[in-house]
């Protein structure tokens, strides 16, 4: 297989005959077959032959139903591009004209519902339109949704005052406007993010109006219509509730943010660096894939687009060093899924953390980072135990040294930087990321091939809303849920039932906790999981004695793992498609690559010192805690990866892997054991290592 270089090093597969066939012996120079890059499981569109490359929008459009799933042109195209450029625009004048939230709040939802209607599709697109090659247009009926979308907001917006006011006692119109908006907000989600988020709000809406009709505990007052409708749209939860609030604030400026900093060339130096920096050692692929996924994940907070964009420049140097399609496929979904949790910009629901908190975001950026550094930790040890065990090899091409990339584009990281300086002065999150936004656009002329023309502002503008767009109507629908949560007291309910259930117990009510965040995440997105697993299980944390701000970070990394939690893991089957390999052993294994994440959350609950993880407590707390979370994590890598100097032993690999368990309790018998056990795993492995290399010494000796 024949690479080439892109750009300042980065390198990419050539393509090769349509056809994917396989063929005899062929010129060392000869392009690459479908088969070898690895997309031949990807949908239609995904691969074409003429440009030779991956359509990473296709996959992501198959795989995620957070990014646009039309290919608009034409005139719709353009409207859709001017609208977006509005939000954007609106969503900037905010910050620095700030105006009152009843007002602002339904203004960003009626631009933000009417442009979901003409980018996402209410239905599939049938096989024959693929194939005729038909422009992916809205239809009539989605056009008219967009102009319903006005009508309702417009009617809050020409009298906010007065309607916020009557949430007691709506009139008629209020109540037809209400559910109007409602129904709006459902049928959007559904749009970006499947018929399940709104089924589970309909299932609520459900149980506030027959309350009385449920069983003990769970039976509630009555609450009628007009209750339910004053209380979701015309009061300040519910639709204009704290998540909404978010993404009309954090997420569609740092939609803006990425957007710029992506067509100002960091995306591609960040790539680049990562090639240069370890492409080139036994181990350097995956570590490259690793580097290159933490730091595109600072600027994307999406896991699959993170995976696609990886994938379509990393799997054939994985291949080519020596990694299977599914253990190639697990690196990309591994390195890809931390992007959520990747700091500065982390996932949409850490700027819900710093909201319903009220904390400064740099709080939960500063909660974020080891916790962050421990995920990458344990894929790094699987990368370096698989790079022996599958014996891979090195690949050489041509990169620039990275000094001397970092000294030609190292400005892209200033803007990272300047993120945290600028809320470390005391500026709110909101301006210090427009004004980073700012600083990435004047350093885009720093390169000529990166300059921030009047064209590719505007296109970052509009991509910028647009990226944003799947975020809306889920927070809008979370708002509906957490609303009528509040209304019933059903929250506090099911905290109680937990508590109830694992008997005041602090590791079993952490140990439900997670398995229901996680269960909850296999059906809904991360940002909706967490809002809702808040609401119930944030209490019952806080009753047992955790701090709130553990609570909240213990709920939103078990929301984030969700993603990788079989049976629904769509990061691996987007790695899948690109590899060739297949989708569930993919899942399996980047599941058993991101296992030692697993444990990382418990560590800050279980105990007092363990907080020191979210950097809490002191400098000796943060230590302690960091170096004792860095050997549970080896220890786990070691019982799933199999690998220590050597090939180790199911009885080694158990001894360690329990040794793991009670280090996740920070006092100092349980500490001891965890040591030992990790210790006699170790001791059990070098001696059985040594006997068996003077075992095949004796013969050799003797010879």
Not at 544 to 553: L, T
Request: some cysteine; overall charge neutral; proline content about 7%.
């Amino acid at each position: 297989m024949t690479e080439r270089l892109d750009g300042n090093g980065a390198v990419t597969a050539r393509a090769l005959p349509p056809d994917g066939r396989k063929r005899g012996p062929r010129p060392a120079e000869a392009p690459a077959s479908k088969e070898d890059l690895g997309v031949i499981q990807a949908p239609k569109g995904a691969f074409d032959p003429g440009r030779d490359s991956i359509d990473e929008e296709a996959l992501i459009a198959e795989f995620e139903a957070e990014k646009p799933a039309r290919h608009l042109s034409g005139k719709p195209a353009l409207i859709v591009q001017v609208l977006g450029v509005a939000l954007s625009l609106f969503a900037l004048y905010w910050v620095f004209n700030p105006m009152p939230t009843q007002f602002y709040l339904p203004a960003f939802l009626m631009l933000g519902l009417s442009l979901t209607f003409l980018v996402y599709r209410g239905w599939g697109r049938s096989e024959r339109a693929r194939e005729s090659g038909r422009a992916d247009n809205p239809h009539a009926v989605d056009w008219v949704l967009a102009i319903i979308s006005i009508v309702p907001f417009m009617y809050i917006i020409s009298d906010w005052d007065g309607f916020f006011r009557r949430a007691i006692i709506p009139t008629y119109l209020d109540l037809i406007m209400g559910t109007i908006a409602i129904l709006l907000v459902l049928e959007a989600c559904r749009r970006t993010v499947g018929i399940l988020v709104p089924a589970v709000v309909l299932f609520f809406f459900a149980y506030a109006y027959f309350g009385p009709y449920f069983p003990d505990p769970f039976q509630t007052s009555p609450f009628g219509w007009i209750r339910l409708v004053g209380h979701n749209v015309m009061g300040t939860q519910g639709i204009f509730g704290v998540p909404t609030e978010v993404a009309a604030t954090y997420i569609i400026l740092f939609t803006i943010y990425g957007a710029v900093l992506g067509a100002s060339g960091a995306t591609k130096f960040f790539i680049d660096l990562s090639f240069s920096a370890f492409g080139q050692s036994r181990s350097g692929p995956g570590r490259t894939v690793t580097m290159a996924g933490f730091l595109l994940g600072t600027v994307s907070g999406s896991g699959v687009a993170t995976t696609v964009t990886l994938g379509g420049i990393s799997w054939p140097l994985l291949r080519k060093a020596g990694y299977p399609k599914e253990h190639g496929g697990a690196v990309l979904a591994a390195a890809g899924i931390g992007a959520i949790m990747s700091p500065p910009t982390l996932g949409a629901a850490a700027f819900i953390i710093a909201a319903l908190l009220n904390v400064s975001y740099l709080e939960v950026l500063i909660w974020a980072t080891i916790p962050t550094l421990l995920y990458y930790l344990g894929i790094i040890l699987a990368i370096e135990m698989d790079a022996r065990r599958f014996k891979t090899k090195p690949v050489e091409f041509e990169a620039k040294p990275v000094g001397r990339l970092l000294l030609r584009f190292g400005y892209h990281f200033s803007s990272l930087a300047a993120i945290v300086v600028f809320m470390a002065m005391g500026m709110t999150p909101f301006r210090a990321v427009v004004y980073a936004t700012a600083l990435a656009f004047v350093l885009s002329f720093f390169d000529r091939e990166s300059w921030m023309t009047p064209k590719r502002i505007w296109d970052a503008l509009a991509t910028g809303a647009t990226g944003a767009l799947s975020v809306i109507p889920v927070m809008a629908a979370a708002g509906l849920i957490v609303g009528v949560m509040t209304l019933t007291g059903l929250g506090l309910k099911l905290a109680n039932i937990i508590v109830d259930f694992a008997g005041g117990s602090l590791f079993l009510t952490a140990l439900f906790s997670a398995i229901s965040v996680i269960l909850l995440g296999l059906a809904v997105p991360v940002t909706a999981s967490f809002i809702i697993s808040w609401v119930i299980i944030g209490p019952a944390l806080q009753d047992v004695g955790v701090p709130a701000f553990a609570a909240a970070m213990f709920i939103f990394y078990y929301s984030v793992l969700s993603e990788v939690s079989p049976p629904t893991a769509l990061s691996p089957f987007a790695a899948s498609a690109i590899t060739g390999g297949k989708p569930i052993p993919t899942m399996w294994l980047t599941w058993r690559y991101t296992l030692s994440a697993f444990l990382v959350p418990f560590i800050f609950v279980l105990s007092g010192p363990g907080i020191g993880l979210l950097m809490q407590g002191g400098f000796l707390t943060v230590l302690l805690a960091l170096a004792v979370s860095a050997v549970a994590v080896a220890a786990l890598a070691v019982a799933t990866g199999g690998w220590i100097i050597g090939p180790a032993s199911w009885l080694e690999r158990a001894v360690i892997g329990l040794g793991s368990l009670p280090l996740l309790v920070m006092e100092p018998m349980y500490l001891a054991i965890g040591a030992a056990m990790v210790a006699a795993g170790l001791l059990l492995h070098v001696v059985r290592t040594k006997r068996h290399a003077n075992s095949v010494a004796a013969p050799e000796a003797a010879r």
